[in-house]
């Protein structure tokens, strides 16, 4: 069982910068791939950033270049630096975690909203 709660979300100009934490606890932290995901309204919820447990990332187009997820195995704890923002770029953002033997868990979300 993993619980996972995100925080850092909030209003932003455009060209602005918000850094998200998803923090988890109950497990393994270490052995697990961490997903960044957002849901806009309307709108199905779509992969952002992945990092693997060996430290692989990988990012949908729309954000590469601009956005970058690490995590800190010691602190339990999974990050996504989000520079450049757009207001194409609002949405809920939830963080999810994968393990082939233990399955998944997602976070409650936390909401970005880049408007000026």
């Known amino acids: 069982q993993v619980q996972l709660v995100e925080s850092g979300g909030g209003l932003v100009q455009p060209g602005g910068s918000l850094r998200l934490s998803c923090a988890a606890s109950g497990s393994i932290f270490s052995g697990y791939t961490m997903h960044w995901y957002r849901q806009a309204p309307g709108k199905q919820r779509e992969l952002v950033a992945t990092i693997t447990s060996g430290g692989i990332t990988n990012y949908a187009d729309s954000v590469k270049g601009r956005f970058t997820i690490s995590r800190d195995n010691g602190k339990n704890t999974v990050y996504l630096q989000m520079n450049s923002l757009r207001p194409e770029d609002t949405a809920v953002y939830y963080c999810?975690?994968?393990?082939?033997?233990?399955?998944?868990?997602w976070g409650q979300g936390t909401q970005v909203t880049v408007s000026s």
């Open positions: 999810k975690a994968e393990n082939v033997r233990t399955g998944y868990y």
